[in-house]
């Protein structure tokens, strides 16, 4: 039997604002940035996962979102993450306005 292999990866995002809860990043989108596809990610070992989610987690990112309301048919909102790229700490300054 072959199976198909995705990222579904459930996220949070903070920012100076607060926290973001019940984002997911899948698809492309995880893959780019990630830089590994499903069927890399799981050649490696534990140590080399632990690497990738470190690297993952210290990094600054710009994220674009889509954001569905709940309805009839989903009774909560979901968040999407449409795009993310990794951003240096002089960029991520010019995108923030402090109050």
């Not at 604002?17 to 780019?32: I, M, P, Q």
Request: glycine letters at 4%; aromatic letters at 10%; a positive charge.
């Amino acid at each position: 039997a072959q199976y198909e292999c995705f990222f579904n990866i459930n996220v949070q995002f903070s920012d100076h604002t607060g926290t973001l809860l019940e984002a997911r990043l899948s698809g492309a989108v995880a893959e780019r940035v990630l830089a590994l596809t499903p069927q890399e990610y799981q050649t490696l070992s534990g140590q080399e996962k632990g690497q990738c989610k470190w690297k993952f987690l210290m990094d600054y990112f710009e994220v674009k979102m889509l954001v569905r309301k709940a309805n009839a048919v989903r009774r909560q909102m979901s968040i999407i993450v449409v795009d993310m790229r990794a951003i240096q700490i002089p960029e991520l300054a010019e995108k923030i306005c402090v109050f």
